[in-house]
């Protein structure tokens, strides 16, 4: 995992203010946003980054293109012809700068740069189960992929060089044959936008849009979302809990001899669905798989496991640390009473009412604010329930020593 720093004094103190002006808003607050535009209406912000950018990228070229030759994350190369060719990337895969009409994309950058889930902070007025990944592309002159449409809402932030955003709310949906990419065949532009370093643009899910490179060096920032469709959300849910089933091989000792070896029984049929149906989670089981689901991260954050410490020295840790923070990816989710973290429910069962409301209260403020101080890591020891709950999250990579 990579840790670039990125100056703090320019980067937002979480949690967020709901109700004060934010300027990559537009002077907006986060609440008159959502309200606003969040899955309703585009909004283009001129210099909402510009300072910021002034001072320092989060990403910049040279480690993107040193992404795009590793083989930790997802990585694109689209010709100018359409064609994809998935990374890694080895130098000479890689167009000359020069030449024009070519991009690569990179995905899931925050899970592998503190300094690029950093500046996700800016968007976390909206619920982390939401939020997807920092996307970043870096395009020669008229590179792009082309017009289409995406089903999850996205900001799009300017880093360096310029990038025509074409947009279309009316457009038939035939695609473009035969080539890798979900391409528009047939559109028209009915508003343009040109982004220069630190322009955000926003757009909601069905608005198709285009974005062509102006000149050389075009990077822009993608803060994606996620949309999982409701069958997704029903097989992670329902899959999740038949896993944890024991398994019970059928029984039928009733059953009779037959000469219509064809027809099935009736009994056999209806006490199937019987036994089908009493696998079924309830509601309550429904929403706390629901919860784990929405804490799964993406596969590369699972990579980025520490090297493992015995519960002795993670205490001791713990105790001259400053603080934990959440490792760039990982997501913790929390719900009533119940938490989860990585994918894995965080179990809670072991203790008193009292302290469940203590951890909880402890995990939320990590969840919240992806970090906290010495004081609430004192807090973190002050019960061996406690201090074991902090150590697994330590070995499953979801928390970082600060």
């Known amino acids: 995992m990579k840790t670039t720093a990125l100056s703090q004094s320019i980067m937002p103190r979480l949690p967020l203010p709901l109700d004060q002006p934010l300027p990559w808003l537009g002077g907006l607050t986060a609440t008159q946003f959502m309200k606003r535009h969040w899955q309703k209406k585009p909004l283009f912000v001129k210099g909402a980054f510009a300072k910021a950018f002034a ?69 976390r007025f909206l619920p982390e189960a939401r939020l997807d990944d920092l996307m970043i592309s870096y395009a020669s002159d ?61 757009l909601p899910p069905g608005v198709a849009h285009r974005g062509v490179a102006v000149g050389h060096d075009c990077m822009t920032y993608s803060v994606g979302f996620r949309a999982p469709d409701h069958r997704e959300i029903a097989d992670a849910a329902f899959g999740q809990h038949l896993d944890r089933l024991l398994a019970q091989p059928w029984s039928d000792p009733w059953l009779s001899a037959t000469d219509r070896v064809g027809e099935l029984p ?28 929405l804490s799964v991260p993406h596969p590369t954050v699972l990579a980025n496991l520490p090297k493992p410490i015995s519960y002795p020295a993670f205490v001791k840790r713990l105790a001259k640390a400053k603080g934990l923070a959440l490792a760039p990816g990982a997501r913790l989710m929390t719900w009533q009473q119940m938490a989860a973290a990585n994918g894995e429910p965080i179990p809670l069962d072991g203790l008193s009412k009292g302290e469940r409301t203590q951890v909880m209260d402890l995990l939320n403020r990590l969840g919240n604010e992806r970090r906290f101080g010495q004081k609430y890591c004192d807090a973190a020891l002050s019960k061996t329930g406690f201090s074991e709950i902090f150590f697994n999250l330590y070995l499953g990579g979801v928390v970082l020593f600060l």
Not at 156 to 162: M, T, V, Y
Request: proline content about 4%; hydrophobic content about 40%; aromatic content about 6%.
């Open 142 to 202: 008229q590179g792009g992929i082309g017009a289409h449409v995406d089903s999850y809402d996205v900001f799009l932030i300017q880093a360096q060089g310029k990038r025509l955003w074409e947009l279309a709310r009316d457009y038939p949906d035939d695609l473009v044959e035969g080539i890798d990419l979900k391409v528009l065949k047939h559109f028209q532009a009915e508003v343009a936008h040109l982004c220069e370093p630190g322009d955000l643009l926003y």
């Open 55 to 123: 001072q320092q990228l989060p990403i910049d070229q040279s480690v993107f293109f040193e992404e795009a030759l590793s083989d930790a994350l997802p990585v694109r190369l689209v010709s100018a012809q359409s064609a994809v060719t998935h990374g890694p990337l080895i130098k000479r895969q890689i167009p000359s700068l020069k030449r024009a009409g070519w991009t690569i994309l990179i995905q899931q950058l925050n899970s592998q740069h503190q300094s690029a889930d950093d500046f996700l902070n800016h968007f």
């Open 266 to 293: 009736d009994r056999l049929v209806k006490d199937m669905a019987d036994k089908a149906m009493a696998c079924m989670p309830g509601h309550q089981t429904v929403c706390e798989e629901v919860v784990i689901a």
